[in-house]
């Protein structure tokens, strides 16, 4: 019996030993997949912060407790005493403002990418809103209505420049592919506007004229194989194809109007990116020495693109640079 009875014991010993080793280890497996679990949770739940500034168009004069709402979301701020507003915890993606005070003209701003983790600024004008109470009522518009030309005129936000497949963030390969636009080769930036010539179209760069967009150009067209603007120094681009402005004069095809986002407000950053055929860095700083004044901004931009050429007898290869810089003064 006492033989039988520490056999026995050995046996359970044994067993205990093995389930409690088992256990050890699912209690071990169980908790680092928990980690994990929590780690991906943390990385998906990444927002960013949008801030900015409600101005008069006018005067200039900072508009206090104007209502900000993010379009399509439940976000709402109002802006204090010299017109600021945040926006935290604000999903990653491209999304648009939407500003009403009474007596101004409800406005949507144009389109801001918001990042996980980063700040994202932009400032808004108001223009005041005329009414006479005795004949005329005025009904808000949620849209931006264009007093010239709204039929003919076609408007690319930062969303299309940066996700359209194909355009490699060129702005002339994204407006081949507006209707009424052709293109004469593939390896090129010719602009054709319902059967005019390349060297029909008008440039204007925040209201500047300027001769072409592009690297390599040709005599008697303006379009070329790289563009020499840096996409990341635009926020919008109206595109004109008839009915011009009076004051976009020597348009026989079509304008375009490219508008340039201000540098960042916060901190300063560089960006640089390397490709195929170009390399381009990106630079911004903003001085600000207090809320309650005016701000300046700095951006600029450097890239240089090259491009091979084989004639019949022997190889070589061209290249071109272009240097930018913007300087921006928020209102005070």
Same mark, same amino acid.
């Given at each position: ?88 915890? #604000? ?6 403002? /939407?500003?009403?005070? $009474?007596?101004?003209?409800? &406005?949507?701003? *144009? @389109? =801001?990418? #918001? ?6 600024? /932009?400032?808004?004008? $108001?223009?005041?809103?005329? &009414?006479?109470? *005795? @004949? =005329?009522? #005025? ?15 076609? &408007? ?177």
């Amino acid at each position: 019996m006492t033989t039988f009875g520490a056999v026995t014991f050995l046996h359970l010993h044994r067993f205990t030993k093995g389930f409690t080793s088992k256990f050890a280890q699912m209690t071990k497996l169980y908790y680092t997949l928990l980690v994990l679990l929590l780690s991906v949770t943390t990385l998906l739940a990444q927002q960013g912060t949008v801030e900015g500034r409600v101005y008069s168009m006018k005067s200039n004069d900072p508009l206090e407790l104007a209502t900000v709402r993010v379009q399509g979301s439940n976000l709402i701020a109002r802006t204090d005493s010299v017109g600021r507003f945040v926006f935290s915890g #604000v999903n990653p993606g491209f999304i648009r403002l /939407i500003v009403t005070m $009474l007596g101004y003209e409800m &406005t949507t701003s *144009a @389109e =801001v990418q #918001v990042v996980g983790n980063q700040t994202s600024f /932009i400032d808004i004008a $108001l223009d005041e809103a005329s &009414t006479n109470l *005795a @004949e =005329v009522v #005025v009904r808000p518009r949620v849209r931006f209505k264009r007093a010239e030309s709204p039929l003919s005129i076609q &408007t690319l936000g930062l969303k299309q420049i940066e996700k359209s497949a194909g355009a490699n963030r060129d702005i002339s390969k994204l407006v081949q592919r507006l209707p009424g636009v052709g293109a004469t080769d593939p390896n090129r930036n010719d602009l054709i506007v319902r059967g005019g010539g390349p060297s029909e179209n008008v440039f204007y760069l925040d209201g500047i004229e300027i001769p072409v967009i592009n690297h390599f150009a040709t005599q008697g067209a303006s379009g070329g194989s790289v563009g020499m603007i840096n996409p990341d120094f635009v926020r919008e681009i109206d595109f004109y194809t008839g009915a011009f402005p009076a004051s976009r004069t020597n348009a026989l095809s079509s304008v375009m109007e490219i508008k340039q986002r201000d540098g960042d407000a916060d901190h300063m950053h560089v960006k640089a990116s390397v490709g195929a055929s170009d390399a381009r860095v990106l630079w911004g700083v903003s001085p600000r020495s207090s809320p309650r004044l005016a701000s300046p901004t700095f951006s600029g931009s450097s890239r240089r693109s090259s491009s091979p050429s084989s004639p019949p007898t022997m190889t070589s290869k061209s290249s071109t640079s272009t240097a930018s810089m913007r300087t921006t003064s928020s209102p005070s």
